[in-house]
């Protein structure tokens, strides 16, 4: 994505950051600035300038009390999007979308459903203490989201990758193995996981003590919360996150069907007068 739409992306997800904000100190709901959001914080005082999108974590139970929040308080030009608010929505990731706008991922360009630009929110689990369990339990989540969308890697592996899609593409196994068995297995109280983010090469387990009670630091002009010992928890998902990747990679993980910072998109609608860069 050309830097100036990149810039536009940024200021619209802000935007929707610092309505997130507002309602979490109203309500003394902690959250984090989390991933490559945390990583532009404290790398760059802000965006990662190839990044165009943000991401926040929240404990569960925060988690919980943000959604009872934002419904109390359902501000206006926003949409709290999970696969209960919007039934054409099947992703397990909870989203804000900004009303009026779009980003338009190429999977999901067929689907009636909210396609504004959006901040990701991750909760963070219980951590289980059986290892094998834990792992069961972020494979169901992988296999899940692979379903959903779809997704094949390539070359040898998209047998295996085809087969799970269609094992997974009902939701029930993740249903079954989170409502009626995560819940009573054995937890660590120090520690918590980001199950739906896993994939075969990152392991998101975190210290509930690095995050802490979060700090403020700048990020695009604001003040906005990161964790306590943001060097843990960015060395977990990042390595040496200081050193700049190579400039070939330095690019943006998104590749939209069409964007939009003031239109909204509708499946099958004219694109013509809006920006298409698919």
Known sequence: MAEDLTRALQAQGLDIL?????ICVKYNIPYYLFYGTELGAIRHGGYIPWDDDV????YRKDFEA??????????AGYFYQDTE?????????????????ALVEPKFKDVQMHHGIWVDLFPLDDYVKNGLLRRIGE??????YNAVRDYLPGGARNLLYGLTNRVFRSGK???WWFRKVFPKLEKDDTMCSDINSFTFSHRYDFKR???????????????????????????????????????EKQVSNHHPYYFSPD???RPGMDLSKGENHG
């Open 18 to 22: 610092l309505q997130i904000d507002k």
């Open 55 to 58: 991401d926040i974590v929240l």
């Open 66 to 75: 943000f959604k009872e929040a934002w419904k109390k308080e359902n501000p």
């Open 85 to 101: 608010t919007d039934p054409g929505y099947r992703l397990k990731i909870t989203k804000i979308r900004k009303d009026g706008t």
């Open 139 to 144: 494979l169901v989540a992988m296999f899940d």
């Open 173 to 175: 196994i993740y249903r």
């Open 209 to 247: 003590e690095w995050l802490g009670k979060g700090k403020r630091v700048p990020f695009e002009g604001e003040m906005l919360p990161v964790s306590e010992n943001s060097d843990a928890t960015l060395k977990v998902c990042y390595g040496d996150y200081m050193t700049l990747p190579p400039k």
């Open 263 to 265: 239109r909204e998109y």
